[in-house]
């Protein structure tokens, strides 16, 4: 069942979104908005869970957790719970939320209030990055209207409802956007990932069962109440039901948010929606969810976009934000620029993380400084793969990922890129030898498992290195 | 004793500087290749107790700053949440998290200064040294660089080389690359940017003026095609307003938004609270 242009409905977040004053709440409920909010507390609060069920509506943040299932793992009873919107919005490239919080914070504020209503938390924050100056604003705004219309506070709309509202800003950092690392940037503190278990649902803001859902997900709700879990879950595809606010930037002639249904195939969104590449170029790679995500080709331009077809060629659809680059663009560039992001952004606090970035972009940067031989794409590889699931979150698998990607998929121009390099710096072919067996020391031919990608061309190896241990060598001459 | 002695702090720091720059006290052996952590090469007195949470007797804050930390303060079931937005509201004051910024917010929100230094040095948008009032941040990330971001920054940098009141920084993805590239001005979003409209952006700043009207942000209509279905007018200029704050006087602006009055003249901020006593400690 694969959706297609063709078969569109009408937009569901974004649908006249640009209409003056819909940030205001005369506009909002004029156009039926806190309707889904009247009708959800008619319900009981099972009945509206059982509705996100039943939508299979899935996250919108990243990791694409079923939303009516995070849920449901909040503990019954009276206790304090909390429901945190992330609004955290980091991931290069993304920039739906800040679309939606801009012009139509109302949505967002309703979702929330549905959503508590579901989960029974009374106290809501919204942690949205400091750099949305603007947005915040708006939301602040639009929190003040809803409060004075009895939308937010002790018993809303004469149910039996409470809710506390506060929009907290935060100061730049990337790693926030993590949940756990959310949570401790919320509570006061550097924005250091906790372990899990225990998971937010249990044990999350001031330690008490926390719910937390992206902007998109939470601003989906009303119109998933509106609709009826098992109307929405009639759009998009099995497993990705739905619509998705895609965010298309880089080398394309029309960057910006497209609402799409899930399971189109990327092409429609990249070539008809966004307009493709500028004339002349063509598509070198493209990261399908941010620049977490491993980057595809142009061979992979007919996966449908959904979560799962996403996954199955080798990628993820993460926060939904197409990074489009074109052939003009030396793959270095982006490795290094990628590399670079994580480097500042890795909070510190694993090693694995903290010195996988580190010595990631030293050796990208060595290729460039002409001082690099193929082996070094070995021993990067390997360090990516000695970051994936060693830290406590995901940030440095989000460098270690793309990262390994581009060198499966672009090794030859790696290697290109390297010899141009050390012949630009003086460096001649016989000099590659020595550097790989005196300076780096490690071992040239299969000794070195490192598993993802192994060496293809032979002549590349430098002959006789003795053994070592990948990460403990002292770089340099 | 009490670790908050601004006098002796103030000269022992000095004299660790000038023993420093004459290699009279050694480096603390660090890496070779240096540390990414900014600071890391800077020499420690470790002879200095911590400070503890300010006297409230002794540390002045302003009302006006001291008020809105309160408010923070009373939105969380911690105090401590609110460290963030104090801060914040100390650098709208001080221009940056300066020690007397920081001892102030420590002694509003009774913790100590050091716990709020941990937060400062974590976060992008707490400035750890003098800086220019109005900031730039340029986006160099994936998706502006791909579309000119690197030139653009290096544009800015030099167009403001020796202007001490902006502060310009290549910044990580902002979340604007439809406008790629891109830049916040004192918050406000702009784009898409060619070097070309650096002295333009630059005179705006100077002039208090909303920064390059054409190309903000906040008055694009949304790329989707499918999206509206009719034709709607641009939406207005990104003003910043807070609350309590005029918007007609002339925008002396910060990253978290307008910031007070207050002539800083040559020095761009105090370093320590004034010493009280500071005769006797001239040895």
Redesign the interface.
């Known amino acids: 069942m694969e959706a297609s242009a063709a078969s569109r409905i009408g937009p569901l977040l974004l649908a006249d979104i640009d209409e003056p004053g819909l940030n205001t709440l005369e506009v909002y409920e004029r156009r039926g908005g806190y309707s889904s909010l009247r009708k959800a507390l008619a319900m009981d609060p099972e009945q509206v869970l059982a509705e996100l069920e039943a939508s299979g509506v899935r996250g919108r943040g990243g990791a694409g957790f079923a939303m009516g299932k995070k849920v449901s793992f909040l503990p019954k009873g009276s206790m304090d719970k909390y429901l945190v919107c992330n609004a955290d919005e980091s991931e290069p490239g993304t920039f739906k939320d800040r679309e939606l919080m801009q012009k139509t914070p109302h949505t967002l504020i309703e979702g929330i209030v549905i959503a508590s209503y579901a989960a029974g938390t009374n106290r809501s924050f919204v942690y949205i990055r400091g750099e949305y100056v603007l947005q915040a604003d708006m939301l602040d705004a639009a929190l003040e209207e809803a409060r004075d219309a009895g939308y937010i506070g002790e018993g809303i709309l004469g149910s039996r409802h409470s809710l506390s509202l506060v929009v907290h800003r935060g100061a730049g950092a990337y790693i926030c956007g993590e949940e756990t690392g959310l949570l401790d940037s919320l509570e006061g503190k550097r924005g250091n990932p906790r372990l899990k278990p225990p998971f937010p649902a249990n044990q999350g803001l001031y330690q008490g069962p926390t719910l937390i859902n992206n902007v998109e997900t939470l601003a989906t709700v009303p119109a998933i109440i509106h609709m009826g879990g098992a109307e929405y879950a009639k759009l998009g595809v099995e497993t990705s039901t739905g619509t998705k606010v895609v965010s298309v930037s880089g080398h394309v002639r029309r960057p910006g948010n497209y609402e799409i249904e899930l399971g189109i195939p990327s092409r429609e969104i990249i070539y008809d929606l966004a307009g493709g590449p500028p004339e002349g170029r063509s598509i070198k790679c493209w990261f399908p969810g941010g620049s977490s995500s491993p980057v595809l080709t142009a061979d992979d331009l007919d996966v449908p976009y959904d979560f799962d077809s996403m996954g199955k060629a080798g990628s993820m659809m993460g926060s939904g934000a197409i990074i489009v680059v074109d052939d003009s663009t030396p793959i270095m560039e982006i490795a290094l620029k990628t590399a670079k992001f994580y480097r500042h952004e890795s909070c510190g606090k694993c090693t694995p993380c903290r010195e996988g970035t580190n010595w990631t972009v030293k050796m990208l940067e060595r290729i460039d400084e002409g001082l690099a031989t193929p082996v070094d794409l070995e021993i990067m590889a390997s360090v990516q793969e000695h970051i994936i699931g060693n830290c406590l979150c995901v940030l440095g698998d989000a460098m270690a990922m793309p990262i390994g990607s581009m060198i499966a998929k672009f090794r030859d121009e790696f290697e290109a890129h390297m010899e141009r390099a050390r012949i630009a710096h003086g460096l001649g072919d016989d000099e590659m030898a020595l550097t790989a067996q005196g300076t780096l020391g490690v071992p040239a031919s299969g000794e070195l498992d490192v598993g993802l990608h192994p060496p293809t061309r032979e002549g590349d190896r430098a002959p006789g290195a003795h053994a070592g241990e990948p990460g403990t060598q002292k770089g340099g001459v | 004793m009490s670790g908050a002695d601004g006098a002796e702090r103030l000269i022992r720091e000095l004299e660790l500087e000038s023993a420093y720059e004459s290699d009279d006290v050694p480096r603390v052996p660090r890496f070779g290749?240096g540390s990414?952590v900014p600071g890391w090469d800077r020499a420690a007195d470790l002879d200095k107790d911590p400070a503890e949470i300010p006297d409230p007797e002794r540390v002045e804050v302003p009302p006006a700053l001291r008020e809105e930390i309160e408010l923070h303060m009373s939105?969380?079931?911690?105090?401590?949440?609110?460290?963030?937005?104090a801060?914040?509201a100390a650098q709208r004051v001080h221009g940056w998290c300066s020690p007397e910024a920081i001892e102030q917010v420590a002694c509003v929100m009774r913790v100590t200064p050091a716990y709020l230094e941990?937060?400062s040095g974590?976060?992008?948008?707490?400035e750890t040294s003098p800086a220019g009032r109005h900031s730039v941040?340029v986006c160099t990330?994936?998706?502006c660089?791909?579309?000119g971001a690197d030139a653009l920054y290096e544009a800015t940098a030099r167009a403001v080389e020796g202007d001490e009141n902006v502060n310009v920084r290549s910044?990580?993805?902002?979340?604007?690359?439809?406008?790629?590239p891109m830049a916040?001005v004192d918050?406000?979003?702009v784009g898409p940017l060619s070097p070309e409209d650096v002295p333009a952006m630059l005179e705006d700043i100077h002039a208090g003026r909303d920064v390059l009207p054409e190309k903000q942000?906040?008055r694009r209509?949304?790329?989707?095609?499918?999206?509206?279905?009719?034709e709607?007018?641009e939406?207005p200029v990104?003003r910043?307003?807070i609350p309590g704050i005029d918007p007609e006087i002339p925008a002396e602006r910060a990253?978290?938004?307008p910031v007070a009055d207050e002539d800083r003249g040559e020095q761009t901020a105090p370093l320590e609270p004034q010493p009280e006593h500071g005769e006797e400690d001239k040895s």
């Open positions: 290749h990414r939105h969380y079931p911690d105090r401590r949440s609110a460290a963030l937005p801060l914040a941990s937060l974590f976060y992008d948008m707490l941040y990330n994936i998706s660089s791909l579309r910044f990580e993805c902002l979340g604007a690359c439809d406008i790629a916040s918050g406000v979003y942000l906040a209509l949304v790329a989707d095609p499918h999206a509206n279905s009719r709607f007018p939406h990104h910043l307003t990253a978290f938004g």
